[in-house]
């Protein structure tokens, strides 16, 4: 007898983006009937415009609950209580504060839901940082969001790329960040052996979660040619080669580094490691998505429940006219069902 397949919880992001384009059109994906049961949380109006002007067929039953089945042929959409229900009007493309606050709703929705086991996972649409400083919200993002939500203190966003997007690997390849959404400039005093090593770890669990039993993880340096001899920087021989050496104590991870991150990625795409520890939020992304931008998944690490989106942004420009892809979506729905 075949177990019933999970359900997962597609938050639409800010509903002036794409987020509503790519979630209806990964609903219509086979691949992602084949692999979950979808609910999408966001309000009903916007979903059914959405699948509307994406030209699709099915039809979405309005449920009261996030568990709640619905009838045979249609997907479940759930708009939450707390969520504001004068969105269906916000114009395409722009930054308003009722998509920001409606976002932020069907996000905390959606975690508590999973915390609570009515949904397996959560797979969440690119929202807006604007809209949701606008509405109020002062997160930088996602991440942090979920973190409160959850109450834990020890995560990180990593994004990753599942086997056959353009790295060698059979396991596909994962990178996890040290700092994320702060400036450049505060990056060094950020940086600890405790934070460096935490991420070793994260990463190292996520990557055999996905069936890598043997992780092989490098970590990047945070200066040029790794510092050159302590040249241009001593955070490799102070800060990041401490918590190589003391993850390397433990006896179960394998690890090196620190590497220059000019020709880590080069080496992790080829095949020769299969995650990456990123120092600073571009230093990881903007290599990562030069590799696989399109299927490119964020998962956040840390949490007790199941989250993954996709890399890309709200895409405003090209909000509602028909143009976005969504196979990021599709993949970060995919990598979620896989978690579980």
């Keep these: 007898m075949s177990r019933p397949l999970p359900t997962i919880a597609l938050t639409l992001g800010d509903v002036a983006g794409i987020g509503p384009e790519v979630v209806v059109r990964a609903c219509a994906d086979l691949r992602v009937s084949a692999a979950c049961q979808p609910v999408i949380v966001g309000h009903p109006d916007v979903v059914r415009r959405a699948i509307t002007h994406a030209d699709l067929k099915f039809e979405v039953a309005d449920v009261a609950q996030p568990d709640e089945s619905p009838p045979l042929g249609k997907i479940a959409c759930w708009n939450p209580p707390n969520a504001p229900n004068d969105v269906d009007d916000v114009p395409p493309g722009h930054i308003d504060a009722r998509a920001g606050r409606a976002a932020y709703e069907y996000l905390v929705a959606a975690a508590k839901a999973a915390l609570a086991k009515q949904v397996a996972a959560i797979t969440t649409a690119p929202l807006s940082k604007a809209a949701l400083h606008l509405a109020g919200k002062k997160y930088p ?53 405790t934070g460096v090593a935490e991420k070793i770890e994260l990463i190292d669990s996520f990557m055999r979660r996905v069936g890598c039993v043997a992780p092989r993880i490098a970590v990047c340096a945070l200066n040029p040619h790794a510092g050159e001899e302590g040249i241009f920087g001593d955070e490799e021989s102070r800060i990041i080669a401490p918590a190589v050496q003391t993850v390397l104590g433990q006896g179960r991870i394998n690890v090196t580094g620190p590497l220059p991150a000019d020709t880590l990625f080069r080496r992790a795409a080829a095949g020769e490691f299969d995650a990456v520890v990123a120092m600073y939020h571009d230093q990881g992304h903007i290599a990562f998505k030069l590799i696989g931008f399109q299927s490119a998944v964020n998962v956040t690490l840390g949490l007790p429940i199941v989250r993954t989106s996709p890399s890309h942004g709200t895409a405003f420009d090209i909000a509602w006219q028909r143009s976005a892809d969504p196979s990021g979506m599709i993949e970060a729905i995919l990598v979620a069902a896989k978690l579980l």
Excluded: Q
């Design 141 to 193: 993002g996602h991440t942090e969001i979920l973190a409160e939500v959850c109450g834990v203190r020890e995560f990180g966003m990593m994004l990753f790329l599942p086997s056959g997007n353009a790295v060698k690997s059979p396991h596909g390849l994962g990178v996890v960040h040290v700092t994320l959404h702060t400036s450049i400039r505060s990056v060094p005093d950020l940086l600890t052996t």
